[in-house]
């Protein structure tokens, strides 16, 4: 019964989200949308991990395709 008042907060925020505009930076985004590379500079501390996750993914991706020609 008590579902009355969520319901309309969750209506406000949803119309609120709808009708509200953006002040969206076209300028930094096209920069971004043309940069070199993927965009994302990973911090030199960082590298490493960002290194192992993607070996990680590659081995879990092998493993994936062993499990679906032996099952």
Do not use: C, I, N
Not at 20 to 31: A, N
Not at 54 to 70: Q, T
Request: glycine content about 10%; overall charge negative.
């Amino acid at each position: 019964m008590g579902r009355g008042r969520a319901k309309a907060k969750q209506t406000k925020v949803a119309r609120e989200l709808k009708y509200r505009s953006f002040g969206t930076d076209f300028t930094s985004l096209e920069r971004e949308l043309r940069s070199d590379g993927d965009g994302h500079q990973v911090p030199p501390a960082y590298a490493d991990l960002t290194e192992e996750r993607e070996s990680a993914s590659v081995e879990d991706e092998a493993g994936y395709e062993d499990l679906r020609k032996s099952g």
